[in-house]
């Protein structure tokens, strides 16, 4: 059963994506967005994704008892999680893609679920919401201090989007998401950013392919990358070795190490594409 209320703050992709999920699972339930732009808010009301909004969350702005949901950057969805729950959400929720900073800012707030839906594009803004962004997707929860009733109403919503649900604590999260997420992220930064505009022409579907996640908006991935500090600099760490070991197996000519380095690459790869076909 779909919660008959909830408070999505920041409504951009993904806020506008969980609007749209919503909105085809459960027309019924009432979708107040909250955030400082009133001209952005009235265009996604306009465009169906909300059916209120207001400015702020503050008492009276929101209906009591809802679930927030905070779709911000990650250095603000602390401080929009407390205000969610002063106004009168019952639970928050989040969508960032780090996890201990913000479950540690709120380790006394037993009525908040962290949780990292894995599910995104590297455009932004409502504008480009997509209804079954979530679906067949994986869900982490980080519940932390979050009692059983709590953690319950969060993954009962995230599974009414269409997704699996997955336990980690925040830190084990930021971990895995440094190396499966945060950076192939900066790889592909790199390699967008080391040809020059006039090499483009010649960039094929591979380059297309690899870089494409480079088009995402810089404030959001370094915002990303410096809340998870430790663990993206140890991602870092991991692929400056994996790299150094292709440039000496290409300097001694070493074809057998080569051939090595790119077929345990390519293990992992196709490994991903039997884990997506079983779960399709």
Not at 66 to 71: A, D, I, M, P, T
């Amino acid at each position: 059963m779909f919660e008959p209320a909830i408070v999505i703050s920041g409504v951009g992709l993904i806020g506008g994506s969980i609007a749209a999920a919503v909105r085809r699972q459960s027309p019924a339930t009432r979708i107040t967005g909250v955030g400082r732009s009133q001209q952005r808010l009235t265009a996604a009301k306009q465009q169906g994704l909300l059916d209120e909004i207001t400015d702020s969350a503050r008492p009276g702005q929101i209906p009591a008892g809802s679930l927030g949901v905070v779709c911000l950057p990650v250095e603000q969805i602390a401080d929009s999680a407390r205000e969610l729950l002063d106004a009168g959400c019952t639970a928050v929720t989040d969508a960032g893609s780090v996890k201990a900073t913000i479950c540690a800012a709120l380790a006394t707030e037993p009525r908040f679920v962290g949780a990292h839906p894995i599910a995104g594009s590297e455009q932004s803004g409502f504008e480009h919401a997509i209804g079954d962004l979530f679906e067949g997707r994986i869900c982490v929860l980080c519940p932390e201090a979050a009692p059983q009733a709590t953690v319950q109403r969060v993954a009962s919503f995230w599974e009414g989007l269409g997704m699996k649900i997955r336990h980690l604590t925040a830190i084990d999260h930021d971990r895995i998401l440094a190396l499966t997420s945060h950076l192939p992220h900066v790889m592909a930064s790199v390699a967008a950013g080391s040809v020059t505009v006039s090499q483009l022409e010649f960039a094929g579907t591979g380059f297309r392919d690899t870089t494409r996640i480079a088009a995402g908006a810089s404030h959001i991935w370094t915002s990303i990358l410096l809340e998870n500090r430790e663990a993206c600099l140890e991602a870092l760490e991991v692929a400056g070795r994996r790299l150094d070991a292709f440039r000496h197996a290409i300097a001694d000519r070493d074809a057998d190490r080569l051939a090595t380095l790119w077929e345990a690459g390519a293990v992992n790869r196709r490994q991903l594409e039997v884990k997506t076909d079983r779960e399709t």
